[in-house]
């Protein structure tokens, strides 16, 4: 079974910047399709990013133009650039394997001043 776990999660201030990343136990990260998904109090969780092994990128329109999804397939790592950070940005973040129930434990995003 797939291990996610996620960081770089944490307070900044509007405008400011964070990267995300989610290491992948096991061998099989490079041919994995892999998103973030972030879930805001009282709202669904919703599709972020993805970012296909031919690394191949789609974003929500809500983030396109800010956020940069992407991936080392050396260190079975994905990663999501965060720029010019608003405060409707504020989730929970999460990793995900597309297409499958192996999900990350989350990491706190919050924009504030």
């Known amino acids: 079974q797939v291990q996610l776990v996620e960081s770089g999660g944490g307070l900044v201030q509007p405008g400011g910047s964070l990267r995300l990343s989610c290491a992948c136990s096991?061998?099989?990260?490079?041919?994995?399709?892999m998103e973030w998904y972030r879930q805001a109090p009282g709202k669904q969780r919703d599709l972020v990013a993805t970012i296909t092994s031919a690394e191949t990128t789609v974003y929500a329109g809500s983030v396109k133009g800010r956020f940069t999804i992407s991936r080392d397939n050396d260190k079975n790592t994905v990663y999501l650039q965060m720029n010019s950070l608003k405060p409707e940005d504020t989730a929970v973040y999460y990793c995900h394997v597309f297409r499958s129930s192996f999900w990350g434990q989350g990491t706190q995003v919050t924009v504030s001043s």
């Open positions: 096991g061998t099989t990260f490079r041919i994995f399709t």
